[in-house]
C-alpha cells in the first residue's frame, strides 16, 4: 500500500485548503484511514480517522472546523480543513492501517504512510 497526499500550502489565518491523499497498490476493501500531523517542535498528532464503515473520529483541536472523507470508491481520502489557524501549521499525513484490523481509533498503530505534505497558516 503507498500513499500519496497533496493539496498542501499556504493561506491566511480564517482561510480553507483541502487535503488529498491516493492509495496506490490496494482496492479490495475500505481501510480504516487517518490524518495526523506534526507542528514544528511538537509531537505527531493524529487528527481525524475514517473507519471501515464510514464513522469518524476527530481531535477536539479540530472538531467542527476539519472534515475527513472518502469517495464511495475508497479513493481519494480528503480533509477539508476550514477556518485554518496559525497552529494548524506543520507536515500532513495520511495513514492507513492494516487491512485486516478493524480497530480505527487515533491511538491505534498505522502501518502505512505517506510522505506529508505542508501547511503553513499566516496570521
Known amino acids: 500500500v503507498q500513499l500519496v497526499e497533496s493539496g498542501g500550502g499556504s493561506v491566511q489565518s480564517g482561510g480553507s485548503l483541502r487535503l488529498s491523499c491516493e492509495v496506490i497498490?490496494?482496492?479490495?476493501?475500505?481501510?480504516?484511514m487517518a490524518w495526523f500531523r506534526r507542528a514544528p517542535g511538537k509531537e505527531r498528532e493524529g487528527i481525524a480517522s475514517?473507519?471501515?464503515?464510514?464513522?469518524?473520529l476527530y481531535a477536539d483541536s479540530v472538531k467542527g472546523r476539519f472534515t475527513i472523507s472518502q469517495d464511495a470508491d475508497k479513493n481519494p481520502l480528503y480533509l477539508q480543513m476550514d477556518s485554518l489557524k496559525p497552529e494548524d501549521t506543520g507536515t500532513y499525513y495520511c495513514?492507513?492501517?492494516?487491512?485486516?484490523?478493524?480497530?480505527?481509533?487515533?491511538?491505534?498503530?498505522?502501518?502505512?504512510w505517506g510522505e506529508g505534505t505542508q501547511v503553513t497558516v499566516s496570521s
Open positions: 475514517i473507519g471501515r464503515d464510514g464513522s469518524t
Open positions: 495513514a492507513a492501517r492494516d487491512p485486516r484490523l478493524s480497530s480505527c481509533d487515533l491511538g491505534a498503530f498505522f502501518a502505512y
Open positions: 497498490g490496494y482496492t479490495w476493501s475500505r481501510l480504516c
